[in-house]
């Protein structure tokens, strides 16, 4: 996919969970208003799964489906494998060229290429780079996929599902494959 102007953001998004759904809604606010596509990069499966053996929140299926009901115009599925893990924070700029960002948002702790050398600093020396502050649950915890998948190896679901922040928005529908259209990088 090529594009000539977007408002981008980037993650393994395992579980689409709150702090995830505020960056979508972010990347597709600014993207409204500068009258760009919007544009949500993931990676399958989620970086951890294949670096750390953690097991997926949900299916690529779900999380697709996740993602658009945020109503992103595109979804970059990057198949991340042994090949992908070994790209570069270099080569992983010169990839989003295609994709022509006017703005990206991240998380502060976002970190991307071997050995985790792509900081949000290295970004913005190449793109609008917006940090989105941390979304915290009730307790003043920082909400992320690994905290929610402990919950869930604890037996805590109904924690885990509120974390996550879809049992409310999608009352009927639990974690099945029931995938949307998307690109894949
Ligand atoms: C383009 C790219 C994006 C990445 N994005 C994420 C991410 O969003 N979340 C994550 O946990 N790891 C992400 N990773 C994985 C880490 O940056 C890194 O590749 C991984 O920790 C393995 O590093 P190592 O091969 O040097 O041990 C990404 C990797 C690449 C190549
Ligand atoms: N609670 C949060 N608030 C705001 N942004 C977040 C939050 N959690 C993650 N992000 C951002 O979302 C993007 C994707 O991150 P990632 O998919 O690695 O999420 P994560 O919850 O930190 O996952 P993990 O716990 O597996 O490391 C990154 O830019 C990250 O900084």
């Known amino acids: 996919m090529t594009l ?7 993650g393994a998004f395992d579980g689409v969970h709150s702090g995830h759904q505020a960056l979508i809604r972010s990347t597709v606010l600014s993207a409204q208003r500068l009258g760009v596509p919007s544009v949500v990069y993931t990676f399958d499966p989620p970086p951890k799964a294949l670096l750390c053996g953690a097991r997926p929140l949900t299916s690529i299926g779900e999380k697709v489906a996740r993602i658009s009901a945020l109503g992103p115009d595109h979804i970059v599925v990057a198949r991340f494998d042994a090949a992908y893990r070994a790209r570069t924070a270099t080569d992983f ?3 989003l060229g295609r994709i022509a960002p006017l703005v990206i948002w991240i998380g502060s702790d976002f970190r991307f290429g071997s050995c985790k050398k792509g900081t949000p600093e290295l970004l913005a020396g ?6 989105l502050p941390a979304v915290c649950c009730e307790s003043g915890e920082v909400v992320s996929s690994t905290r929610i998948r402990a919950l ?13 922040g879809w049992s409310e928005l999608l009352p ?12 894949t990088a």
Request: hydrophobic fraction near 35%; aromatic fraction near 8%; avoid cysteine.
């Open 152 to 164: 869930r190896a604890a037996g805590r679901v109904l924690e885990a599902e509120r974390l996550e």
């Open 93 to 95: 700029i010169q990839d």
């Open 172 to 183: 009927f529908r639990r974690s099945s494959d029931n995938g949307g259209h998307h690109a």
């Open 4 to 10: 000539s102007g977007s408002a981008l953001t980037i």
């Open 126 to 131: 190449y793109f609008d780079t917006r940090i």
